[in-house]
């Protein structure tokens, strides 16, 4: 499976963008999928998870209400709608997914910042 981002960029607090992860590959061995992101000096964290369905999401407290999570089967696409964008969203945003049976594949991120 290769996982491609794109969609990072430059923008001003307040305003959005969306991240785009293209699969492909052996697609029908994906399960789960999310993103995640990496800010200078910390560590990877979790910012939103979708299953395999695309019928149950999940997402970190600091961006809850403002980001939303989807994918599409038909594009084997999944995406990233990123509102009232904020200077700490500032990161390299990585896409990830999984087989379900712990095989685990990462794309090589997209860079997002936000000045403030």
């Known amino acids: 499976v290769q996982l491609v981002e794109s969609g990072g960029g430059l923008v001003q607090a307040g305003g959005s963008l969306r991240l785009s992860c293209a699969a492909s590959?052996?697609?029908?061995?994906?399960?789960?999928m999310g993103w995640y992101r990496q800010a200078p000096g910390k560590q990877r964290e979790l910012v939103a998870g979708?299953?395999?369905?695309?019928?149950?999401?999940n997402y970190a407290d600091s961006v809850k209400g403002r980001f939303t999570i989807s994918r599409d089967s038909t594009k084997n696409t999944m995406y990233l709608q990123m509102n009232r964008l904020k200077a700490e969203d500032t990161a390299v945003y990585y896409c990830?997914?999984?087989?379900?049976?712990?095989?685990?594949?990462w794309g090589k991120g997209t860079l997002v910042t936000v000045s403030s």
């Open positions: 990830n997914a999984d087989d379900g049976y712990g095989m685990e594949y």
């Open positions: 590959g052996n697609i029908f061995s994906i399960n789960g």
């Open positions: 979708i299953t395999s369905g695309g019928g149950s999401t």
